[in-house]
């Protein structure tokens, strides 16, 4: 999920394609969504900085978030 971004671009698009995601955007106007999006980057930022201050690999760290079920985004 991503908000409608001035980093739109297609080096964004080609990642996501070689590594098999899709990515949503939200509409400015739907502030819900946006606020999620905001939220999931804070929290993202937060783990790179736990990971780095307990000399944990961020990759793993990242990985484990990414398995672990996050609601409303089911």
Not at 14 to 22: D, N, V
Not at 23 to 30: C, K, L
Not at 35 to 51: C, M, N, P, W
Request: aromatic share 12%.
């Amino acid at each position: 999920m991503a908000d409608n971004n001035t980093f739109n671009c297609f080096a964004k698009h080609q990642f996501a394609e070689m590594w098999g995601f899709q990515i949503t955007t939200s509409s400015p106007q739907y502030l819900k969504s946006n606020g999620q999006v905001e939220r999931s980057v804070q929290t993202i930022k937060q783990l790179f900085h736990k990971a780095v201050e307990s000399k944990q690999d961020v990759a793993v760290a990242l990985l484990q978030y990414r398995n672990a079920t996050i609601a409303g985004f089911e």
